[in-house]
């Protein structure tokens, strides 16, 4: 996939992401969300990285909303 650097220094995929219900149906996702909700892995996970995020990122980006890891379905 190829990506484009924004000015904000966000990277975007150069063609928009769709979901495939043919490789997975969309009634999965809630399933997955109250699994990350509840799961001690997800739930540590999750801790680890805000923690990290918050050590490692410049001030500047505090007015950010999201950050996609990169985790694919669920990450």
Partial sequence: MIYQRLSSGIFKPAIAV??????YGEAGF????????RHFWYRGRHRFLLKALDRFMPKACSQLSAIGPGGGVGG
Avoid: A
Wanted: charged share 35%; net charge negative.
């Fill in 18 to 23: 769709s979901h495939r219900d043919n490789e």
């Fill in 30 to 37: 809630k399933l997955l969300l109250s699994m990350q909700e």
